[in-house]
Every structure is written in C-alpha cells, then in structure tokens.
C-alpha cells in the first residue's frame, strides 16, 4: 500500500474536522427539541424518512378557527409559526414571493441560501432561496428572511439565521 501525500492527509483531516463540526451543531440546534423523531433524522434527505416524520402532525385552531400546525415540524425539527404570527412585512413579503415581485433587493431576493449555519434540513445547493424582510427605520436589508425551499416549505428568521421557525402556510 503506497503511502499518502501530505496533500491528501491535509485534505482527510479537513472533512475529518467539518464532519465533527456539522455533528456538533446538529446535536446542540436538536437538543430540548419536542421531536418525536429521530433528531439525526431531521436532516436525511430521504424520502422514507420524510414520509414517515410528516405522517404524524399536529394540529391546533388558529385565530380564524383553520387548523393549524402546532409544537415543531417533525422534519426540521423548528417550531411552527402562522402566518398572521408574522410582522406585517414578512406577511407582504409573502404575498410578493407568491406575485413574483417586484422585491426591494432584486440583486439579493430570491438568490440562493447556502444554509451553511446547517439549521435547515441538508438539501443540495440551490434548493433554498432567501428574500429580504423590510425592517422599518432599518438604513440596510436588516436581519429578517424567509427562506423559501423547492419542495414548498417557507422559513422565517428574524435574527439573520441564527433561529428559524417553519411558516404554516
């Protein structure tokens, strides 16, 4: 067996280091979590998983008296909030993304989010987009998002993605 170059051992003890990180952040962002699934479950991509972690929701009576989502959504893990829960902005953020626009930021709404806090479940590049929330009195694109994923799911975060929580919509 021919030994490795110092190139390739550099590059194992990488993956070696981003593997743990990834671990680390995924057991603190799932610890005290009132997911009854599985937490390393939350970010398969697998569609058994995912079958199986929605077949179980809860429900509760919103304001209007629609049932809604209640506790955390069993694939991210992350609390649930309605629609009429949000600040009016992200409400008519909502109503644009649904329009197509016109968005405040076009150079940034609706570009990619690399989700490299690791916070939303493992999907491949590209699959979420983010859009600018307006922040009034704020002079730059503030620290409110909804994050948007291709299979339908909306996310909010008021902190610049350091919290989420999935929009019932």
């Given at each position: ?148 994923g291709s ?13 989420f929580s999935?929009?019932?919509?």
């Amino acid at each position: 067996m021919r030994p490795m170059s110092r190139k390739t051992l550099s590059t194992l003890a990488s993956i070696i280091v981003v593997v743990i990180v990834a671990i680390i952040t995924a057991c603190t962002h799932s610890g005290g979590s009132d997911n009854a699934t599985d937490p390393g479950a939350a970010a398969s991509t697998s569609s058994a998983s995912s079958a199986t972690a929605t077949s179980t929701p809860t429900y509760g009576e919103g304001p209007d008296g629609e049932q809604k989502h209640t506790g955390t959504d069993p694939v991210s893990g992350l609390p649930w909030i309605a629609v009429s829960q949000l600040p009016a902005e992200a409400q008519h953020e909502l109503d644009l993304i649904d329009a197509g626009g016109p968005f405040s930021y076009p150079g940034k709404d609706g570009s990619t989010f690399g989700n490299y806090e690791g916070i939303l479940p493992d999907e491949a590049r590209g699959y979420y987009r983010e859009y600018t929330v307006d922040t009034p009195g704020s002079d730059d694109r503030g620290a409110r998002r909804i994050i948007t994923g291709s299979g339908g799911e909306f996310y909010y975060t008021d902190d610049h993605y350091e919290s989420f929580s999935r929009i019932d919509r």
